[in-house]
């Protein structure tokens, strides 16, 4: 048909050659090197968690596109893969069977779906079903496996835990070698995924800057003792800050529009995060500052809202 | 007596107060966490309702519409000191368990609003089936919740272990997992509704 293709649309026109599925792969394909260190790190188990998640994620896709009577095809666009993905990443390497299934189900069911799908949830779909089995069985999840390497094969803390902190160097956090997630624990592969996104403008820095530069800020300010004395380099090595900074807090869905509110975003994780880690129960606070800060996403958005050209102030 | 067994009706599935009108959500997040809680708790709900549904239609004609409300709150206050004192007597173990939720049914809202909205306007036979029907309604809507909360929180139903190795999900017990089945309780009671 020539004639429709000389039909004049309104703007705005999409001239960009990503869409949401394009997107999803890339930051896929940015991810594969943590997973493939946490492999490295940890054994063939953390293959075994990441593959029963992603199942677990796309299946309970599928039915649920059929209850609502949507297009199951949806699935191919790659949100459930990734988000079974980030789930793995977020959980221990040595875990029973089911908490993956259960996590998967979740986080798909009651992150996003129940919202309307993607594009509709207000929480990162991930992280929801992270919490979940966090509170729900605390023991699995904060049951860690000592990399293949390492000498003895009692299971330790992470570095965060009070017991366990200061006995790494920063090479060994920097490249993984400790008890932790499977995705969160190598630094150098999680960099090195970021750093395509960045290049390939998948994610500005906006965020993840604004997060990891208010943790440090405020873990030098009131990390050690006194003030003024906090081991700034080890919050920022340790823990799930680099993965929750690169790839979760810049879910498209779950993060504000403008700039300005990205950065607000991010120092308001970083703020929430550094309180959890310092002075709260958990050893560990990224997934819930990200978690937080998603629901007063609405509110930031509102408040950043940028003037319309040509038209004045009030 | 089909308009009685309307307003009997009414309360437990059209204008179900947990999950239709969104009432008294306080006592049922925090009471749910047991079958036993959930139960005991509706049922003083029920009495409550009934009686003060009673005296205030039968008194409506006296009672001042300007001072209406500190009026309602004294009758609905005498019979929970009622239910707290019968309870605290003869069911010490659950007057434990619900705390302060007992009293606080003073101020539950389902009381309130009935009082406010149906008791003070309608005759005391139509106002005792409206009264029934929420308490029923209220109390149902409490078993149900507490029910799923406490298979998959606890693991058990009454106290009793139903499956050995079955894993619970600390989460159903704590209060995120009272949202959550709300949330998707009054979910499912919605798509229902409206298809």
């Given at each position: 048909m020539p004639?429709?293709?000389l039909?004049?649309?309104?703007?705005?026109?999409?001239k960009s050659?990503l869409?949401a599925r394009?997107i999803?792969?890339?930051?896929?394909?940015?991810?594969?090197p943590?997973g493939a260190?946490?492999?490295y790190?940890f054994?063939?188990?953390s293959?075994k968690?990441m593959?029963?998640?992603?199942i677990?994620?796309?299946?309970?896709?599928?039915?649920f596109?059929?209850?609502?009577?949507?297009?199951?095809k949806?699935?191919?666009?790659g949100?459930?893969?990734?988000?079974?993905l980030?789930?793995?990443?977020?959980m221990?390497?040595e875990?029973?069977?089911w908490i993956?299934?259960?996590?998967?189900?979740?986080?798909?069911?009651?992150g996003?779906q129940?919202?309307?799908?993607?594009g509709?949830n207000i929480?990162?779909?991930?992280l929801?079903?992270?919490t979940?089995l966090?509170?729900?069985?605390p023991?699995?999840?904060?049951?860690?496996?000592?990399?293949?390497?390492?000498?003895?094969a009692?299971?330790?803390a992470?570095?965060?835990?009070?017991?366990?902190?200061?006995?790494?160097s920063?090479l060994?956090?920097?490249?993984g070698n400790?008890?932790?997630?499977?995705g969160e624990?190598?630094i150098?592969?999680?960099?090195?995924?970021a750093?395509f996104?960045?290049?390939?403008?998948?994610?500005?820095l906006?965020?993840?800057a604004?997060?990891?530069g208010?943790v440090?800020v405020l873990a030098w300010?009131?990390?050690?003792?006194?003030s003024?004395?906090?081991?700034f380099?080890?919050?920022?090595?340790?823990?799930?800050?680099?993965l929750?900074?690169?790839?979760?807090?810049?879910?498209?869905?779950?993060c504000?529009?403008t700039r300005?509110?990205?950065i607000i975003?991010?120092i308001g994780?970083?703020?929430?995060?550094?309180?959890?880690?310092l002075?709260g129960?958990?050893?560990?606070?990224v997934?819930?500052a990200?978690l937080?800060m998603?629901?007063v996403?609405?509110?930031?958005?509102?408040?950043?809202?940028t003037r319309?050209?040509?038209i004045?102030k009030k | 007596?089909?308009?009685l067994?309307?307003?009997?009706n009414?309360g437990?599935?059209?204008?179900?107060?947990t999950?239709r009108?969104?009432l008294?959500?306080?006592?049922?997040?925090?009471?749910?966490?047991?079958v036993v809680?959930?139960?005991?708790?509706?049922?003083?709900?029920?009495?409550?309702?009934?009686?003060?549904n009673?005296?205030?239609s039968?008194?409506?004609?006296?009672i001042?519409?300007?001072?209406?409300?500190?009026c309602?709150?004294v009758?609905?206050a005498?019979?929970?000191?009622?239910?707290?004192?019968?309870?605290?007597?003869y069911?010490p173990a659950?007057s434990?368990?619900?705390?302060?939720?007992?009293?606080?049914i003073?101020?539950?809202c389902i009381?309130?609003?009935?009082?406010e909205?149906f008791?003070?306007?309608?005759?005391?036979v139509k106002?005792?089936?409206?009264?029934?029907?929420m308490?029923i309604?209220f109390t149902?809507?409490l078993?149900?919740?507490?029910?799923?909360?406490?298979?998959?929180?606890n693991?058990t139903v009454?106290g009793?272990v139903i499956?050995k190795?079955?894993?619970?999900?600390?989460l159903?017990?704590?209060a995120?997992?009272?949202?959550l089945?709300?949330g998707?309780?009054?979910?499912?009671?919605?798509?229902?509704?409206?298809k």
């Amino acid at each position: 048909m020539p004639s429709n293709n000389l039909t004049v649309t309104p703007s705005p026109h999409i001239k960009s050659p990503l869409s949401a599925r394009k997107i999803m792969y890339l930051v896929i394909l940015a991810l594969l090197p943590a997973g493939a260190a946490g492999i490295y790190i940890f054994g063939l188990c953390s293959l075994k968690v990441m593959l029963i998640s992603i199942i677990s994620c796309v299946i309970s896709e599928v039915i649920f596109l059929k209850l609502r009577n949507r297009d199951p095809k949806t699935i191919l666009d790659g949100s459930a893969i990734l988000t079974g993905l980030l789930l793995a990443y977020s959980m221990p390497p040595e875990l029973p069977f089911w908490i993956p299934i259960v996590g998967g189900v979740v986080s798909i069911v009651l992150g996003k779906q129940i919202f309307g799908g993607l594009g509709h949830n207000i929480f990162n779909p991930a992280l929801v079903g992270r919490t979940f089995l966090q509170i729900s069985w605390p023991v699995y999840m904060t049951t860690w496996k000592n990399p293949k390497w390492a000498v003895d094969a009692i299971s330790s803390a992470t570095p965060l835990a009070k017991e366990g902190a200061r006995s790494f160097s920063y090479l060994d956090l920097f490249l993984g070698n400790h008890g932790g997630c499977i995705g969160e624990v190598c630094i150098l592969a999680l960099v090195i995924g970021a750093l395509f996104l960045i290049f390939t403008k998948i994610i500005s820095l906006h965020i993840p800057a604004s997060f990891i530069g208010t943790v440090m800020v405020l873990a030098w300010i009131f990390g050690g003792e006194g003030s003024f004395n906090g081991d700034f380099i080890f919050h920022l090595l340790a823990g799930g800050l680099v993965l929750g900074a690169f790839f979760m807090a810049t879910d498209y869905v779950t993060c504000p529009l403008t700039r300005k509110g990205k950065i607000i975003f991010g120092i308001g994780c970083g703020v929430l995060t550094v309180l959890i880690r310092l002075r709260g129960s958990y050893p560990e606070g990224v997934s819930y500052a990200i978690l937080f800060m998603n629901a007063v996403v609405p509110l930031i958005d509102r408040y950043t809202k940028t003037r319309v050209y040509g038209i004045s102030k009030k | 007596m089909k308009k009685l067994l309307h307003e009997l009706n009414k309360g437990i599935f059209i204008e179900n107060p947990t999950f239709r009108l969104a009432l008294g959500l306080c006592p049922t997040l925090a009471v749910s966490t047991s079958v036993v809680n959930g139960f005991g708790m509706g049922i003083a709900a029920t009495f409550v309702l009934l009686g003060s549904n009673i005296i205030v239609s039968s008194m409506r004609d006296l009672i001042p519409k300007k001072i209406r409300i500190p009026c309602f709150i004294v009758i609905i206050a005498t019979f929970v000191t009622i239910v707290e004192l019968i309870m605290k007597a003869y069911f010490p173990a659950l007057s434990k368990s619900l705390g302060i939720f007992v009293p606080l049914i003073v101020v539950n809202c389902i009381v309130l609003g009935r009082a406010e909205a149906f008791a003070s306007r309608h005759g005391v036979v139509k106002s005792i089936f409206d009264g029934l029907g929420m308490g029923i309604g209220f109390t149902l809507a409490l078993v149900l919740i507490s029910a799923i909360r406490e298979v998959f929180g606890n693991g058990t139903v009454l106290g009793l272990v139903i499956v050995k190795s079955f894993e619970p999900a600390l989460l159903f017990i704590l209060a995120p997992g009272a949202l959550l089945v709300i949330g998707v309780l009054i979910g499912i009671v919605n798509y229902m509704t409206e298809k």
